[in-house]
């Protein structure tokens, strides 16, 4: 037992699925017998450590929450809360301050971060296990495992680590949060190919996944961060999170903002001092006027408040957001990469065909509930006056180990989920258990095991009679059965019928299972396999499962793909579920399917070709997976991924916006997410999108309304400048101009409604920038005019013999009132806004103009106001002028509307 064997800890990981379980255990000096002694465990345990995954490096919350500052435009704000105290306005600058943290602080909450998604796969690992040691079974901690322990596994068990099967008794495991196939996968002793996909390696049993039915004994091949899922969990550190296409664009905006914004300032400093001979003292504060006028202050905060309304409505459309940013990302979004298992389908598997002797039945209604009926083509059937579906619908019954129970409004499973499938079928045809279960009492049973392929129950009625039910395999129940229930009769069995009619259903990607009976004429009290070997069993029906498509995940995909965002399934399932479930859902290329085999043969520029074509994977793993998610946004596309497993965390992390389950999904998946669904339904994804969109719409409104303003004030200090005329805006008026255009009158921009064709518009592209040709005329545009108009009436009340105070108030409230007539031209980029939807479409903004009129009223009248910011009471024929510029100015912009949309 002492010697060394082949398994080093950080060695490559070995092939055990193609090794024999003798060769295990020999590659492993391992004992069946006696299990690992207490000296060996030891050296073993100082060798490998414990069997537990290794805790990520993690930054600390200060750390964290100084990281919610670094942001180009978040240096701009805190610059220009520097410049604002230097100037000596103590307020001001304790606004611009407080939005900075407030910010940081709504990141900070919003953005939990990915390396959590790492404890939640380490919480998935069985804390106990049953061993053999020193000759003893035992109970002992999972993570004291190592390789060479010998471990027992019974139903209800999590597996504690990656096991090499020696024996096993009906075994079957659930796989779908590595894999994301549906049903428990039935396991065996003999080794598969050395390439076998994971969910094909029937000979292992995998860290995580749960014992459904069965016993087994293994034997620990690998521990902590070696198993499969240890594998993920490295994966998903390693796996860089993506910024969204706004963040990014952001970041190059502000970039440029702030040096366009430097340079304008320090040539503006140049030109007053080296042209006009300006002191330097002067000119320094006139610089530092134009950089406070054309920094935009109240633009983080605004696109913070934006993100966090989107947050909200997202919310009541079921998605959770997790991390601010992918409320936009989502409206980015241009491909949808979704698992199949929990996700389209809602993971409960359905009978949606019964094939009896005279035709094929269709099945309506999905999932555990007992919602549906029987048609043959647009055909209603009766099952209650079916004596055929009464004799299938009660062996569906009586055969069964599972329990369903409706908690709430939902219905849960006990049990296979093939079996919950068999109860669902029995009260659809209108039985009821408890009156089933009474009047046909269960005598003995013989357990599903691999190696006979079936499950017979036998049972007694009141009257003396007996009655032995079957269910299993079809090839094994057909090859017991000599005849085959034709309306009340028997008639002698038609092999090549039933399976034609399995060949069909097999290709729709069904899972199949046969049902038989045989009256007892002995009157038994036990039942062995002496008792149904002879045969003689009348075939009642095979059944044809799937876990279908939810019908809202139909429309769903439909809805996406109007709104020109490709969907592609990529699942863990077998290539022919894939496609079935693909046809389905209406996907493009449905008839091809690639899988992981395929995958693998390709090199990662091949994978780029090929993925934009095809949109069914089957039999992927987490490494297929991502590298899927890498090709296609090395196609520049941007990506959403859903799914629920632990198998779908590296994927999602890697994603523009990973979208998780948040019923059925695991921990794991959530964590690593950016979003989760509150009722794992693919439509909910559809409407984030829609909702995403919206909210891009509204940040580039709030940015195209913010920016003239900036734009105008910055344009008037300069001109102040070049044309030696006295400065028509101080830095504190200017802002307050900008802190109450953003507290006010922009943040109105972030309740509007999405427009009509939100969803009939092909996804933007990300390659694009923030402010288009036509973005950037339209800004440039405003900020003439208002510039005309504030440098005019400037100009204007000087003429008429005003003093400075007034002439500035003048400027002050013509900004701003052309800000009020404008923020309705903006409401929509190309529309006509004269109208009543135009005027009174959204209350916010209605709202958000008589707030800033009591400001401004405030602003010009309070005498406080007056002395803090150099004001002074204006008349009615002033306030007359202003108000015609404002009318002027939402002339003028509606009538460019009407030139663009003719050109």
């Known amino acids: 037992m002492n010697a060394r064997f082949e398994h080093e800890p950080g060695g490559a990981q070995a092939e055990w699925h193609a090794s024999s379980a003798s060769d295990a255990i020999e590659r492993l000096k391992a004992c069946r017998r006696t299990g690992l002694s207490t000296a060996e465990l030891e050296s073993r345990r100082s060798r490998f450590g414990p069997n537990a995954l290794p805790p990520p490096q993690r930054r600390g919350p200060w750390l964290r929450f100084l990281l919610q500052f670094h942001n180009v435009l978040i240096y701009v704000l805190l610059a220009a809360g520097v410049v604002t105290a230097t100037l000596g306005h103590a307020v001001d600058a304790g606004v611009i301050f407080g939005v900075v943290v407030i910010n940081a602080i709504i990141g ?42 010998i471990v027992f596994l019974v139903s209800g068990d999590k597996v504690p680590a990656d096991l090499r099967l020696l024996e096993v008794r009906s075994l079957r495991i659930e796989e779908a949060a590595l894999t994301g196939e549906s049903l428990a996968v039935e396991k065996r002793t003999e080794a598969v190919t050395a390439n076998a996909a994971l ?28 198993t499969e899922i240890g594998r993920i969990s490295a994966m998903l550190n390693e796996v860089e999170s993506l910024s969204t296409p706004l963040l990014r664009q952001l970041a190059g905006f502000g970039r440029v903002l702030t040096w366009a914004i430097l340079a304008i300032a320090s040539v503006t400093y140049a030109f007053g001092v080296l042209v006009r001979g300006y002191p330097s003292g002067e000119m320094f504060l006139a610089a530092v006027g134009l950089a406070v006028a054309a920094i935009p202050e109240g633009l983080p905060a605004i696109m913070t408040i934006t993100l966090a309304i989107g947050v909200q409505a997202m919310a009541r459309r079921n998605a959770i957001i997790r991390r601010l940013p992918a409320v936009e990302a989502l409206g980015s979004v241009t491909v949808i990469c979704t698992d199949k298992t929990g996700t389209l389908t809602r993971n409960e598997m359905t009978v949606q065909q019964v094939l009896i002797a005279d035709g094929a039945l269709a099945v309506s209604g999905a999932g555990y509930a007992p919602h549906g009926g029987f048609s043959r083509g647009a055909e209603e059937i009766d099952a209650l006056a079916s004596p055929e579906l009464q004799r299938i619908g009660r ?91 034709e309306g009340e009769l028997d008639a002698p069995l038609q092999p090549e019928y039933w399976h034609a009619g399995m060949e069909r259903a097999a290709a729709q990607g069904m899972r ?213 005329l006295t400065m028509p805006i101080t830095p504190a008026q200017i802002l307050w101009v900008n802190m109450i255009t953003a507290v006010t009158l922009s943040l109105a921009l972030a309740f509007e409604a999405p427009e009509r064709d939100i969803m009939q518009r092909p996804p933007r592209n990300p390659m694009e920038p923030l402010l288009t040709r036509f973005l950037v005329w339209r800004i440039v545009f405003v900020g003439v005019l208002l510039v005309a108009g504030g440098m005019g009436l400037f100009l204007w009340e000087l003429n008429r013999g005003a003093g400075l105070e007034a002439a500035r108030t003048v400027t002050v409230n013509a900004i701003l009132i052309g800000e009020v007539f404008y923020l309705f031209n903006v409401r929509s980029f190309y529309g006509s806004i004269l109208n009543r939807e135009g005027f009174f479409g959204n209350r916010y903004v209605l709202y958000a103009i008589a707030l800033l009129l009591i400001c401004q009223a405030l602003f010009t009248y309070l005498p406080a106001m007056q002395v803090l910011f150099g004001t002074e009471a204006l008349g009615m024929e002033e306030w007359v002028r202003i108000v015609l510029f404002g009318v002027i100015v939402l002339l003028l912009v509606e009538a460019e509307k009407i030139l663009l949309r003719r050109i």
């Open 108 to 149: 900070f909450i919003q953005e939990g971060k990915a390396e959590r998604a790492l404890d939640a796969i380490r919480n998935m690992l069985s804390l106990h296990a049953q061993v053999l040691r020193d000759g003893h079974r035992q109970e002992v901690m999972a993570d004291t495992l190592v390789p060479g322990d």
């Open 199 to 226: 969910g094909d390696r029937a000979c292992m049993a995998y860290s995580g996944t749960l014992v459904i039915y069965g016993q087994a004994v293994g034997l620990v091949v690998e521990t902590a961060s070696r």
């Open 395 to 485: 062996a569906s019954l009586l055969c069964n180990d599972a329990t369903l129970a409706l908690d709430g409004e939902v219905w849960s499973l006990v049990g296979d989920p093939t079996e919950g499938a068999l109860l669902t079928l029995a009260a659809k045809a209108g039985l009821d258990a408890a009156f089933e279960s009474e009047a046909m009492p269960r005598v003995d049973a013989i357990p599903f095991e691999s190696e006979h392929r079936f499950m017979a129950t036998l049972h007694h009625d009141h009257c003396g009679g007996g009655l032995i039910l079957l269910k299993g395999a079809p090839e094994r129940v057909l090859s017991l059965c000599s005849t085959q229930r």
């Open 512 to 724: 199949l299972l046969a049902i038989a009976e045989r009256h007892d004429t002995e009157r038994r009290t036990a039942l062995d396999f002496d008792d149904v070997e002879p045969g003689g069993f009348t075939l009642l029906a095979i059944l044809g499962l799937t876990d279908p498509p939810r019908e809202e995940a139909v429309q769903a995909v439909a809805h996406c793909l109007s709104a020109g965002i490709r969907v592609k399934m990529i699942t863990g399932d077998h290539a022919v579920t894939a496609r079935a479930i693909g046809q389905q859902l209406g996907l493009a290329s449905a008839q091809r399917a690639i899988t992981g085999a395929d995958i693998e043969a390709l090199d990662d520029a091949q994978l780029a070709g090929v993925v934009g074509d095809v949109d069914i994977f089957a039999r992927a793993s987490p490494e297929h997976k991502l590298r899927l998610v890498k090709a296609l946004q090395a196609q520049g596309e941007v990506v959403s991924m859903t799914g629920d497993g632990v198998n779908d965390a590296p994927a999602l992390k890697r994603a523009d916006v990973g979208v998780a389950m948040g019923r059925k999904g695991t921990e794991a998946a959530k964590e690593a997410a950016e979003m989760v669904l509150a009722d794992d339904n693919f439509a909910s994804v559809a409407a984030a999108v829609e909702e995403g969109r919206r909210v891009y719409d509204n940040l580039k409104k709030a940015i195209v309304f913010i920016l003239p303003t900036n734009i105008g004030q910055g344009a008037m200090v300069l001109a102040a400048v070049l044309f030696g």
